[in-house]
């Protein structure tokens, strides 16, 4: 699994094909999981994708694991 911390937005994932989907089981219950709970995240070509802003705090960003 690839984590990529360039940048603003954070992705978790290998590209896939589907452009706003992902093939993987465990991804899709991640993303539901998180997304359930108040974290906002998308899928784009296979990979979880969290985009980190000025005003969320380490402890917004730490929530988003747990």
Known sequence: MALNLLGDI???GELG???YG???ARF???YTYRH???VR???R???LR???HLYNTEDDSNASWR
């Open 36 to 38: 359930d709970h108040g």
């Open 10 to 12: 954070v992705t978790v």
């Open 22 to 24: 992902t093939d993987d």
């Open 17 to 19: 094909s589907s452009h």
């Open 28 to 30: 899709n219950q991640l």
């Open 50 to 52: 969290f985009s980190l």
């Open 41 to 43: 995240l998308s899928i």
């Open 45 to 47: 070509r296979g990979v």
